[in-house]
């Protein structure tokens, strides 16, 4: 559909009608090759993704001199990209997520100009070499990049020294002292997932003074099974999500042992925290020592943490207790939590509709009685 030089224009628009448009969404569309050399002087923006490509030819980018955003994500077939988009010299923001790349190609590496390179979701990609090219790059994306080792490119990635945001997951305690704990990691990483290491400890708050992972918002640490404990999370005050899976030998999310030794004992964290989930961890008894205000708090899923039996909560600690929802399954569990007092208790617990709401089974719900009796 064509509406206008400034609206959208879709599949089945003309080649003589897009001369003047500026802004074009091929999306979702059972595409899987485009041809040609459409002259686009005016086009800004490109939507292609959610498509069946496998190839694009270049011809197609090289009569597109003003183009800034361009999106191919969730073509999942599209292996290669074409020479030509190094010719896309106003390009800032390309998004390849959950293509099948398997490096960074070359023809990207020319973009100077561009500034948000999102990658996320590529369980293909093996490699980002080169990516030191691209100066002006202030957002990087890397989750759900499951193959990806940073053998070389961790040097690569200090380079940049305008970059602003980067996701990733790390694999590896050699990934881990890379990226996440130098000087680049800490200013720069905004979400990161940690997962198959078998550390008993990262060992990465030796240089930490303060709260110096202020951008990090979101960590996921999964089925590091040795982990004793998360106590560097104290240097993170901006976190918003934490996940903590399948860590067999966790036994404090916050050491106060530990906080000690880091002379840190004095911070308060998760501030801006609003959902924390723990699943699968066997031997966990504590998240915090004392009660904490969690003003931002909005859910808690807890689920086969058989010996925590007490949350870091107070009847002060969250705000607006109609909007906060503890998730568990275990019946067993929620009967056998400790609370800080009755008033605690009475504040959590769903007797009323102003407090807590505490979803389990639809058949537990059904029959309170069953698991608050009087």
């Given at each position: 559909m064509y509406r206008s030089s400034r609206c959208w224009v879709t599949r089945g628009t003309k080649n003589q009608e897009v001369g003047s448009v500026e802004r074009m969404s091929l999306m979702n569309n059972k595409i899987a090759k485009i041809a040609g050399s459409p002259k686009c002087p005016k086009l800004t923006t490109l939507f292609l993704q959610g498509m069946y490509l496998k190839r694009i030819s270049g011809g197609i980018f090289t009569c597109m001199p003003r183009l800034v955003v361009l999106d191919l994500s969730e073509n999942s077939r599209l292996t290669l990209l074409p020479e030509e988009i190094s010719e896309l010299v106003s390009l800032k923001y390309l998004d390849l997520s959950r293509t099948w790349i398997w490096e960074l190609p070359v023809c990207v590496q020319k973009l100077k100009k561009l500034i948000h390179l999102y990658l996320e979701g590529i369980s293909n990609l093996r490699?980002?070499?080169?990516?030191?090219?691209?100066?002006?790059?202030?957002?990087?994306?890397?989750?759900?990049?499951?193959?990806?080792?940073?053998?070389?490119?961790?040097?690569?990635?200090?380079?940049?020294?305008?970059?602003?945001?980067?996701?990733?997951?790390?694999?590896?305690?050699?990934?881990?002292?890379?990226?996440?704990?130098?000087?680049?990691?800490?200013?720069?990483?905004?979400?990161?997932?940690?997962?198959?290491?078998?550390?008993?400890?990262?060992?990465?708050?030796?240089?930490?003074?303060?709260?110096?992972?202020?951008?990090?918002?979101?960590?996921?640490?999964?089925?590091?099974?040795?982990?004793?404990?998360?106590?560097?999370?104290?240097?993170?005050?901006?976190?918003?999500?934490?996940?903590?899976?399948?860590?067999?030998?966790l036994e404090e999310v916050v050491s106060i042992e530990k906080a000690d030794e880091m002379e840190v004992q004095d911070l308060i964290p998760f501030g801006k925290l609003e959902t924390l989930v723990m699943v699968d961890l066997p031997v966990v008894k504590s998240i915090y020592w004392t009660p904490l205000p969690f003003p931002c708090m909005r859910e808690m899923t807890i689920?086969?943490?058989?010996?925590?039996?007490?949350?870091?909560?107070?009847?002060?600690?969250?705000?607006?207790?109609?909007?906060?929802?503890?998730?568990?399954?275990?019946?067993?569990?929620?009967?056998?939590v400790e609370w800080e007092d009755e008033a605690t208790r009475l504040r959590f617990l769903p007797f009323t509709q102003n407090c807590i709401s505490l979803f389990l089974s639809p058949f537990l719900l059904s029959f309170p009685n069953i698991l608050f009796p009087n």
């Amino acid at each position: 559909m064509y509406r206008s030089s400034r609206c959208w224009v879709t599949r089945g628009t003309k080649n003589q009608e897009v001369g003047s448009v500026e802004r074009m969404s091929l999306m979702n569309n059972k595409i899987a090759k485009i041809a040609g050399s459409p002259k686009c002087p005016k086009l800004t923006t490109l939507f292609l993704q959610g498509m069946y490509l496998k190839r694009i030819s270049g011809g197609i980018f090289t009569c597109m001199p003003r183009l800034v955003v361009l999106d191919l994500s969730e073509n999942s077939r599209l292996t290669l990209l074409p020479e030509e988009i190094s010719e896309l010299v106003s390009l800032k923001y390309l998004d390849l997520s959950r293509t099948w790349i398997w490096e960074l190609p070359v023809c990207v590496q020319k973009l100077k100009k561009l500034i948000h390179l999102y990658l996320e979701g590529i369980s293909n990609l093996r490699r980002i070499d080169g990516i030191s090219q691209l100066s002006s790059l202030r957002t990087l994306k890397l989750l759900g990049c499951e193959q990806l080792r940073f053998d070389k490119s961790w040097k690569e990635l200090r380079l940049l020294k305008h970059l602003e945001v980067l996701t990733t997951e790390i694999l590896s305690k050699l990934d881990l002292e890379k990226l996440l704990f130098c000087h680049m990691g800490r200013r720069c990483i905004q979400k990161v997932v940690i997962k198959d290491m078998t550390e008993e400890s990262f060992g990465i708050v030796r240089n930490c003074k303060g709260p110096c992972f202020r951008n990090l918002s979101s960590v996921a640490i999964e089925r590091c099974r040795q982990l004793k404990d998360s106590t560097w999370l104290l240097f993170a005050p901006n976190l918003v999500h934490l996940s903590l899976k399948n860590i067999w030998e966790l036994e404090e999310v916050v050491s106060i042992e530990k906080a000690d030794e880091m002379e840190v004992q004095d911070l308060i964290p998760f501030g801006k925290l609003e959902t924390l989930v723990m699943v699968d961890l066997p031997v966990v008894k504590s998240i915090y020592w004392t009660p904490l205000p969690f003003p931002c708090m909005r859910e808690m899923t807890i689920d086969r943490c058989p010996k925590l039996e007490k949350l870091p909560l107070s009847s002060e600690s969250v705000a607006e207790v109609e909007r906060f929802v503890i998730t568990c399954e275990a019946a067993d569990w929620i009967e056998g939590v400790e609370w800080e007092d009755e008033a605690t208790r009475l504040r959590f617990l769903p007797f009323t509709q102003n407090c807590i709401s505490l979803f389990l089974s639809p058949f537990l719900l059904s029959f309170p009685n069953i698991l608050f009796p009087n």
